[in-house]
């Protein structure tokens, strides 16, 4: 019985687009709390899942930030961000945990994916990179082959000592060009070139990637300002965590749909990154006019 090309099939089968797996030993120097070995004792392999975004989503951005189209924009929130890929996600990792455990009698933990599932047990992003699927992006999620940074994904740890695939070792996936830098409304991403920034070591490979204000990221995201297609200006652009979510607290609920607060999860930073695919998927099909900055 191969296991890995059963699980590999069961998560295309639920929906996943990729399915790497990593050795734990390549979680060296994981922030306290966030080895998987804390998470799991016994932990030897992360298997992680992943989905791409719908083309005809990331689209929809685009309708959004070149034609105005605000109507638009809660497509991305529902299918591309908070609502669909979670759940899938979530799904598929249940699925495949299953599966390790009832065809290996081993024990599976899959962890959350992000919004509506909440929980941030391990760095998602390093767990993606150490399985193979990709590397850093400048703007600091994951970028792949195919599909640039518009990707999710989704980690299972378990037990069972599962033969790791090798690490990203392709051509580079991103070149700095800054688009992301640009693209961002709030600068919430540090200038190509700044010292300001991320370093880590996954396995043999050391990556690099910028500081993320991630304050200012969530300002633009859960629209707390008119600007960014809000209701109302709750705080400052530049406020602080303890601010932003003492505004959030207060934040209306939303009268409509299964969010319980409004949220435009903003995007364009990996809705304009030309990693990946970007001109076959979107420049040829005329989607895109290209100018973050427009
Ligand atoms: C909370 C969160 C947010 C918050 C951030 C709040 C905050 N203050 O951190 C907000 C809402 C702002 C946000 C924004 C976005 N997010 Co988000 N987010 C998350 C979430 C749920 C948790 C992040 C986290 O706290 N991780 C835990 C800490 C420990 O990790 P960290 O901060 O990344 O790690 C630092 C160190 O601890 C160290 N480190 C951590 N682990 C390890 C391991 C090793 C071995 C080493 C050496 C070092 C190391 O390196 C980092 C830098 O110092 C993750 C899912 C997840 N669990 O990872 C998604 C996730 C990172 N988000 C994702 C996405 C898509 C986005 C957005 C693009 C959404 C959008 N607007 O469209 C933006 C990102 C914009 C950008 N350019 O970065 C995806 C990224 C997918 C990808 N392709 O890589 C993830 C992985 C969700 C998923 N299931 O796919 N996000």
């Not at 804390?38 to 932990?43: K, T, Y």
């Not at 699925?95 to 760095?123: D, F, K, N």
């Not at 993606?128 to 590397?135: D, M, N, P, Q, S």
């Not at 540090?190 to 910028?210: F, I, M, N, P």
Request: aromatic letters at 8%.
């Amino acid at each position: 019985m191969n296991i890995k090309k059963i699980l590999k099939e069961l998560a295309v089968k639920n929906g996943m687009d990729m399915c790497g797996v990593a050795s734990v030993d390549r979680f060296e120097g994981s922030p306290p709390g966030t080895h998987p070995t804390e998470i799991l004792p016994g932990c030897k392999s992360v298997i992680v899942i992943g989905v791409r975004l719908l083309d005809g989503i990331i689209q929809a951005n685009f309708r959004s930030f070149e034609d105005g189209r605000g109507d638009l924009k809660g497509l991305y929130g529902q299918y591309g961000y908070a609502i669909l890929p979670n759940f899938e996600l979530t799904y598929a990792c249940y699925a495949v945990a299953q599966a390790v455990e009832r065809y290996l009698g081993e024990v599976a933990t899959p962890l959350s994916t992000g919004p509506m599932t909440m929980g941030r047990q391990i760095s998602i992003r390093h767990a993606a990179v150490a399985a193979g699927l990709g590397e850093f992006g400048w703007m600091s999620i994951v970028l792949t082959p195919e599909f640039g940074p518009r990707n999710r994904f989704g980690v299972i740890l378990t037990t069972a000592e599962l033969e790791p695939d090798p690490m990203y070792s392709g051509e580079p996936l991103c070149d700095n060009c800054g688009i992301c830098v640009k693209a961002c409304p709030i600068k919430a991403i540090g200038a190509v070139g700044s010292e300001d920034k991320h370093s880590c070591k996954l396995g043999e490979k050391e990556y690099t990637y910028a500081t993320i204000d991630m304050a200012k990221c969530f300002v633009v995201e859960h629209a707390m300002r008119k600007e960014y297609g809000g209701r109302e200006d709750l705080v400052e652009n530049d406020a602080s965590a303890p601010e932003i979510f003492e505004a959030l607290s207060k934040m209306p609920a939303s009268g409509s749909g299964l969010q319980h607060q409004d949220s435009w999860y903003c995007g364009r930073c990996l809705s304009y990154c030309p990693a990946g695919k970007w001109k076959e998927h979107f420049k040829e099909r005329e989607l895109s006019k290209g100018n973050p900055l427009k």
